[in-house]
């Protein structure tokens, strides 16, 4: 009985009962109806009074042993969830393409004894399951790190700048990042300001579904990064992700201004005060913007890998008390970015704390929580006072995308004149001078407007 041996369990007792097998294919009746899918082995975790199967969907359900009322056995499938890694072939003339592999779903399998998604696809493996690569790019590959995103921070954004910047001197034609797409943002915005002037772009790429689930956006996405890594002009760093929710087309995000939205949609990631650089489908790149860096011949790139983490991004609420902000302070933290209310404001009580960050020499930023629009600090008295106190405020830049500057900015400089000037200089529309009108969208469900449009375009 594979996983549910040992002492006699209510869900071995059902599993004899039945004369069924773990990877048998089922039909399981219970109270509450009939259940197709694959009988798993039991997770670690797992109670002993569920069966646990995988359904034709993709999802895993657990039924309690109690409810269940018969098992019918329509077969019997082996495990194989592991994709064999496959020798990338080499075409003549074809663009070449680096993909550094750093986890996440997208480099993913489903793992039986915990019943949890584990990164254990090797860059390779990833050619194994998705071959339409090779009509696109002499694909290279290189696994940089392993593991979820929640995991990487500054150290694996310095060792990955300093690796695309290695493989651009060499001649690369196009870098591909696979990660995972929790914060993915805060990377796309570190290489963005770790890696400069690039000549090829830099596509970062995840998935929001595991490889072992048919809705799974992974090879798709990996098409589309692909692709625009070897074919396209726009020599940045970006996001490629679901475009709609469809599969028609993927977008291409600048990657200081966008932001995963969703937990769990595929089209998660959006362009905020902005629309995106591009759409990219199986016939190529089409630009919705035309103030991108353009590729270039050369090998030339800046690479400055390096990051202060005495950093902390602060989300102001009502009622905030100052020992936050001077916790901070006694745990010698050099800056902080604060996402503050409407237009960049914070209570009167932590005025004193943050007179005594400013005193302490700790740079405080403003940004604002509403992520759309700009921190306008002179129009209310309550942000020319903070300003007083020292707190500078940094337009349109996101939130996240400020806390990554910071740290980057303090790790060349400890003066606070230099940092604020590194700040304050826009190096990849983390910054802009306005936001067009289409570049805030925000549609209503269940207004009649709205719904007639979203009827006539779900799909």
């Excluded at 594979?2 to 069924?20: M, S």
């Excluded at 584990?118 to 009509?135: H, K, M, N, R, T």
């Excluded at 905030?320 to 933290?333: F, G, H, V």
Aim: proline share 5%; hydrophobic share 35%; glycine share 10%.
């Amino acid at each position: 009985m594979g996983d549910y041996q040992g002492y006699r369990t209510p869900a071995l007792e059902v599993l004899e009962k039945y004369e069924a097998q773990i990877w048998s294919d089922v039909t399981i009746t219970t109270d509450s109806g009939n259940f197709d899918g694959l009988i798993l082995p039991r997770s670690e975790t797992a109670d002993e009074k569920h069966i646990v199967i995988k359904m034709i969907t993709g999802y895993n359900v657990g039924l309690l042993c109690d409810k269940i009322t018969d098992i019918k056995i329509n077969g019997r499938r082996e495990a194989n969830y592991k994709i064999p890694e496959k020798e990338f072939p080499y075409t003549e003339g074809q663009p070449r393409v680096k993909l550094f592999g750093t986890g996440g779903t997208i480099a993913s399998r489903l793992d039986y004894r915990t019943g949890a998604v584990i990164p254990a696809f090797s860059p390779g493996e990833l050619y194994g399951s998705v071959p339409e690569l090779a009509d696109i790019c002499n694909l290279e590959t290189e696994k940089l790190y392993g593991v979820f995103s929640e995991n990487i921070g500054h150290e694996e954004w310095i060792g990955l700048a300093n690796a695309i910047g290695a493989e651009i001197e060499k001649g690369v034609d196009g870098i591909v990042v696979g990660h995972g797409t929790d914060t993915m943002h805060h990377t796309a915005a570190a290489l963005s300001f770790m890696v400069q002037d690039s000549p090829v772009p830099i596509v970062m790429v995840g998935s929001q579904r595991s490889s072992d689930r048919p809705s799974s956006d992974a090879a798709i996405n990996l098409i589309n990064a692909t692709r625009t890594a070897a074919t396209s002009d726009i020599a940045e760093v970006m996001v490629c992700m679901f475009g709609p929710t469809s599969d028609q087309y993927g977008l291409l995000h600048r990657g200081t201004r966008v932001r995963k939205m969703h937990s769990s949609y595929r089209s998660t990631f959006r362009t905020l005060s902005d629309i995106p650089l591009a759409m990219i489908d199986k016939n190529g790149v089409k630009p919705l913007k035309q103030d991108y860096k353009m590729r270039r011949p050369d090998n030339n790139v800046k690479i400055t890998p390096v990051f202060d983490d005495r950093v902390s991004l602060v989300y102001y609420y009502p009622g905030m008390k100052p020992d936050i902000i001077d916790s901070l302070i006694a745990n010698d933290y050099k800056g902080i970015v604060i996402a503050g209310t409407g237009l960049g404001h914070v209570n009167r009580p932590l005025y004193d704390a943050l007179d005594r960050a400013n005193e302490a020499g700790v740079a405080v930023y403003m940004t604002v929580q509403t992520l759309w629009g700009f921190v306008q600090m002179y129009v209310y008295e309550t942000g020319r006072e903070l300003m007083g106190l020292g707190v500078v405020p940094t337009a349109n830049m996101l939130p996240e995308v400020a806390y990554v500057k910071l740290g980057w900015a303090l790790g060349q400089t400890d003066d606070l004149k230099e940092v604020e000037k590194i700040m304050l200089s826009p190096v990849s529309s983390e910054i802009t001078e306005r936001e067009p009108h289409n570049g805030y969208l925000l549609y209503q469900g269940g207004i009649p407007e709205v719904e007639e449009f979203t009827s006539r375009n779900w799909k």
